[in-house]
């Protein structure tokens, strides 16, 4: 997987006392600072714990308190400079104060992953509105929400990297290929239309910043055992949060506006990655 090179900030400005730039004493570079939404368990965890392996800065958003800094406490004993952030992506108080509060302790943001998620619902027919708005707020308005309280600190850095956790099953061209093995899966409408929008907020964002260093990527963990499905996932969180630590890497000359991750088709090998069809 491609290595994501860090550079020196950009100089310090006045509101900006506090930028914590943690040189590395041979090396002279800056520490990188990631943000993972949803990073007190499953794939959230172990995205954080993956960077944090790379030396990179990982602050772990969790709307759970508890939760959140039974994460921090994990990434640390595992070696990695980690801190828990309160962040419900869901209340815009809370988003406000998370930016503010990486701002004035780091003073910009490299890495966003956006992995908070929920699925709730059943067939389309049987959609319950009050559910499909309730997978709505956390999985599509959330992501808007943080994304854009984070830009500004994103827009600070040297390179930054922006990773929405998406998943095949928001792939309409998968969906409904009879060749493809999603075409089997029982039809939904809550969770994977969530994920279609998210795409298409992805691939937006991505045009809007394609003159910028600034990369947006969608994510595909593929099917992995996580609480979201009830452990019914044939991946490991490990493998699952693969995708995301590739995108929140890539080099200058990687690709914005697209799905990578997991191919699950009948042809592909098990381990398969590459870009995905909308």
């Not at 308190?65 to 992506?89: H, I, N, S, T, Y």
């Amino acid at each position: 997987m491609c290595s994501f090179r860090v550079v020196l900030p950009v100089p310090v400005t006045a509101g900006l006392s506090r930028l914590a730039v943690a040189l590395d004493a041979v090396g002279a570079m800056a520490t990188t600072i990631a943000l993972i939404t949803g990073a007190n368990k499953g794939i959230g965890l172990e995205t954080a714990r993956q960077l944090g392996a790379r030396g990179i800065t990982v602050l772990a958003g969790a709307r759970d308190e508890a939760r959140g800094v039974a994460a921090e406490r994990a990434l640390r004993d595992g070696g990695a400079d980690a801190r828990f952030v309160p962040l419900d992506v869901t209340d815009a108080k809370s988003v406000r104060q998370a930016a503010d509060w990486i701002d004035t302790e780091y003073g910009r943001l490299d890495i966003l992953v956006n992995n908070a998620a929920i699925a709730r619902g059943g067939p389309p027919s049987g959609t319950d509105l009050d559910e499909m708005r309730e997978v709505y707020e956390t999985n599509v308005f959330g992501v808007i929400m943080v994304t854009n309280a984070m830009l500004p600190l994103l827009r600070r850095a040297p390179a930054a990297r922006i990773v929405n956790v998406s998943s095949e099953v928001g792939s309409i061209t998968s969906m409904t290929d009879p060749a493809s093995p999603l075409a089997q899966m029982p039809a939904g409408l809550a969770y994977p239309s969530s994920k279609s929008t998210l795409n298409m907020i992805t691939a937006m964002y991505a045009k809007e910043l394609r003159d910028t260093p600034i990369k947006v990527n969608a994510a595909n963990p593929g099917y992995t055992k996580t609480d979201l499905n009830r452990n019914t996932g044939f991946r490991s969180v490990a493998e699952g949060a693969e995708a995301s630590v590739h995108l929140a890497t890539l080099d200058a000359d990687g690709p914005t506006g697209i799905l990578w991750g997991h191919l699950w088709t009948a042809d592909a090998s098990p381990d398969a990655y590459g870009t995905l069809p909308w």
